[in-house]
């Protein structure tokens, strides 16, 4: 699940244009913690085993997709696949300006309760959101209607979570509502502590899942034949015209890179091809910056001196 915000990226580009100039590699920092970290890491990776000069650049995807394509960005960091599967289709397949990693993250994504409330209540499956009474425990506000966090304003999941609710039925009985991901973990924190069911959005690698105890809601197995997504941007009806009634397709977490490092900086680019990391590298990642409130920078040079075998292993293929 990626947060995307509306930034004209027109002036994020020019803004940026100057540091990739001026540095031998520029990667973008995408606006959620494990990409801040991994970001963080190749920088220091870069610097200190192959002596380059590395600048950082925020952004949104679709703004770095737009200057890796450019050449004033030369690598996300970490892209959500099938989620930004539009915008790797687009630079990687179409325009082929951009390369994708050998090696991906699994990822997972869906809607969660802790065990606690699973547990107490009974509730274990997606269509138990249809029941008003079990969408009653989930009311905050009085009105006899569940509420449901579907992620962040504008990210491609919080849509496509929209379209499930309505495919499944729960719509009928619960509301879906937008928040920024920071103001909704403290929201989790606040309910835990005062014991009120809350059931959200979750995906992994995130820290959720190491600060409590939670259950994915099962769902019937991801079926592509059902499976049908209409952005808003095409359709006005992208909602009623859409269908999502079973679970996310399988995802992974990529590293995308600009092709011409590898004639450029073709050190750089054998390593981003090479990177290899796990679920539990990333979930640490995320602890580490959010909970543990480490500084992405120095967390970064920690992390590669606690990782020099990993590190070298990536170098030497």
């Known amino acids: 699940m990626i947060p995307m915000k509306h930034i004209t990226s027109t002036l994020i580009l020019s803004l940026s244009s100057g540091l990739a100039n001026a540095a031998d590699v520029t990667v973008g920092v995408p606006n959620w913690p494990t990409a801040a970290a991994t970001s963080h890491i190749l920088k220091v990776v870069m610097e200190d085993y192959l002596g380059l000069d590395v600048g950082l650049q925020n952004g949104t995807n679709a703004v770095i997709f737009e200057a890796m394509d450019k050449g004033t960005i030369d690598v996300h960091p970490e892209v959500w696949l099938p ?3 539009s915008l790797h289709d687009k630079y990687v397949k179409e325009r082929g300006t951009v390369l994708q990693d050998m090696n991906g993250v699994e990822a997972t994504q869906g809607i969660c309760v802790t065990r606690e409330v699973s547990e107490q209540y009974g509730i274990s499956s997606i269509y138990d959101l249809t029941n008003p009474e079990t969408a009653k425990l989930f009311d905050r506000d009085g009105d006899g209607y569940g509420e449901l966090w579907a992620g962040p304003p504008a990210a491609a999941s919080s849509m496509v979570e929209r379209i499930k609710a309505k495919s499944y039925g729960y719509d009928q009985t619960m509301k879906l509502y937008e928040l920024d991901e920071t103001l ?3 929201e989790l924190s606040a309910s835990d502590k005062a014991d009120k069911p809350i059931v959200f959005f979750c995906y992994s690698p995130h820290q959720m899942f190491q600060m409590y105890d939670l259950v994915h809601l099962e769902e019937p197995p991801h079926n592509p034949d059902t499976w049908h997504i209409i952005q808003p941007t095409d359709d006005p009806d992208w909602l009623e015209k859409s269908n999502a009634d079973s679970a996310w397709p399988e995802a992974a977490l990529y590293i995308h890179y600009a092709k011409k490092l590898e004639s450029e900086q073709p050190a750089a680019a054998n390593l981003l091809s090479h990177v290899n990391l796990d679920l539990e590298q990333i979930n640490d990642m995320s602890y580490a910056l959010t909970v543990d409130k480490k500084d992405p920078e120095a ?12 590190v070298e292993s990536w170098l030497a293929q």
């Open 299 to 310: 967390y970064a040079h920690e992390w590669v001196a606690d990782h020099a075998d990993l």
């Open 83 to 85: 989620n930004q599967q």
């Open 184 to 186: 909704f973990v403290a």
